[in-house]
């Protein structure tokens, strides 16, 4: 499709929704970022799944990636909260080594690998450079966090400061706590961190499809007769 047919599409369909619906979506994608991605490998927890996924919708950032080596990825609706219709969520789960073509795949597309850990040589998140490039933060399962693959590829480590006895944060909390503070940076920055025309289209269409009932037939209908 065409971006002329989208946007004729994203016209149609917006008439359909209510105008509060449509006026939420285009605040909400001014607000959207592509600029940083999350990438969880091998997470198994429904629950910790769902609440990165909110703080991804919560914190604007549009995409999250799920890598699947060992573990299914798999959500709980309660707790993602509707987040699920609003993120993209691009699975890697049909390679081999899905760890290693999701790193080449972000790498391929300019994202810098940062892997986050509670290493203690690590760069705290609050000195971790915006200006450097786009970046893709990659957490992992807690009780074994990244496989050694992934540190191995990283371009850069960051840590969140601690200082109790214990080691890590929950990775839903992890997440959070970091993108709370690079998304804090980022906005305040000259960075252009927004997403560009093609990418507005694409994901207004897929919420405009998400947000009407029996939108296949509709879309079906209105493309018939263009």
Known sequence: MNSQTQKALIKHLST??????????????????????????????????SAVIRSCDCFGV????TIENSNKFTTSADIAAGS??????VQHNQSENNTLATIERLKANGYR???????????????????????????????HGLTQE??????????IPMYGFTESFNISVSAALILNDLVTRLRSSKINWKLNDSEKLDIQLR????????????????????
């Open 16 to 49: 359909i929704v209510t105008p509060e619906r449509w006026a939420k979506i285009e605040e909400v994608m001014d607000q959207r970022t592509n600029y940083i991605n999350v990438v969880v490998e091998n997470l198994y927890q429904p629950h910790n799944a």
């Open 62 to 65: 549009q995409t999250l990636h």
């Open 84 to 89: 699920l219709k609003w993120v993209d969520i």
């Open 113 to 143: 690998i940062i892997a986050t850990t509670p290493h203690t040589n690590d760069c705290n998140i609050n000195d971790l450079s915006l200006e450097a490039g786009k970046m893709a933060l990659f957490f992992g399962t807690e009780m």
């Open 150 to 159: 992934m540190m191995d590829h990283a371009d850069e480590f960051v840590k």
């Open 207 to 226: 919420w405009l499809e998400r947000s009407i009932k029996g939108s296949d037939k509709i879309i079906k209908d209105f493309l018939n007769h263009v």
